[in-house]
């Protein structure tokens, strides 16, 4: 693999998701929420998500060598952390679990009076999800959804009430075996580095829009690396330069105008077709 300074990500922004219904169904399009009814915990502190996967591991040893002939894995501990920073219905069941109820009703101008009680016994347990949003050179969204099929909350909650501070509630969620043998972690993408290394290319995006014959157009995509062809509404495109297996460059050729299929060829095969818009 080459080095590829366009493959770097960093977490410029995100969100924390928790749906206590561990039956809903979820999402495939990471764009969209994780499902219908999962709640966006809002802002954390500044500290952002915090993981861990450990492994618990054991040694096997042997009696003719010091060295450990083997390494039993007993346990696998997935989780995350973080300290929500609003404080609202959600995101204190979440922290705290138990049951909210209705204690005086609104009437006459007046808000209602809730009351929380707590489950004793019980830690806040459903399906929770971090999304991490980054952006490619070329202004292409890209999004990491890190998902807990079934996790439960065993942070010791602790906060303290200043006037310096918010009132920040700590979550530390601990993967759980699900119930249907599914893994009870995973990680959805629509980062085209994560693409496979081998086979047809895949076009992801082509900026900007609307550029006519003999401008630049930036292609981002994957599996570039070995193209031996490009063409933009079925003419050959001449002047193109592979910057990495995920960028193109390359100058729009001569009768190229309107809606126009552009499509990118290796030894391995031809890629979808991805529409353009072009001057």
């Known amino acids: 693999m080459s080095k590829n300074a366009s493959n770097v990500r960093v977490a410029l922004t995100g969100s924390v998701w928790y749906e206590p219904n561990l039956a ?10 994780p499902t219908p009814t999962a709640v966006d915990l809002g802002f954390t502190t500044p500290d952002g998500v915090s993981f861990s996967f ?18 039993l894995v007993n346990k696998d501990v997935r989780s995350c952390s973080y300290v929500l920073r609003q404080t609202d219905r959600a995101t204190w069941l979440a922290a705290m679990g138990g049951v909210v109820s209705v204690l005086v009703p609104a009437a006459g101008g007046d808000p209602a009076v809730y009351r929380w009680e707590p489950d004793e016994g019980k830690l806040p347990e459903g399906k929770v999800w971090i999304d991490f949003d ?7 969204a890209v999004r ?10 065993k942070e010791t909650v602790e906060f303290q009430l200043v006037r310096t501070d918010a009132l920040n509630l700590p979550n530390s969620w601990q993967a759980l075996a699900t ?20 086979g047809v290319p895949v076009i992801s995006s082509a900026l900007p829009s609307g550029q006519a014959v003999g401008d630049s157009l930036v ?23 592979v910057i990495s297996d995920s960028q193109i460059v390359l100058v729009i050729p001569a009768t190229v ?7 990118v060829t290796n030894a391995a095969g031809a890629s979808t077709a991805y529409t353009y818009a072009a001057a």
């Open 144 to 153: 990491y959804r890190f998902g807990f099929r079934r996790a439960a909350n």
């Open 219 to 241: 292609l981002t995509g994957a599996r570039f690396t070995g193209m031996t062809a490009v063409t933009i509404d079925g003419a050959t495109v001449i002047n193109v330069d």
């Open 24 to 33: 809903a169904t979820v999402a495939t399009d990471v764009m969209d929420p």
């Open 257 to 263: 105008s309107g809606t126009a299929p552009i499509i």
């Open 54 to 71: 450990e492994r618990e591991v054991e040694d096997l040893d042997g009696w003719q060598t010091s060295d450990s002939l083997r390494l």
């Open 179 to 198: 119930t249907n043998g599914e893994k009870s972690f995973y990680v959805d993408t629509n980062d085209p580095a994560f693409g496979p290394t081998t």
């Open 134 to 140: 980054d952006e490619l050179p070329d202004g292409t």
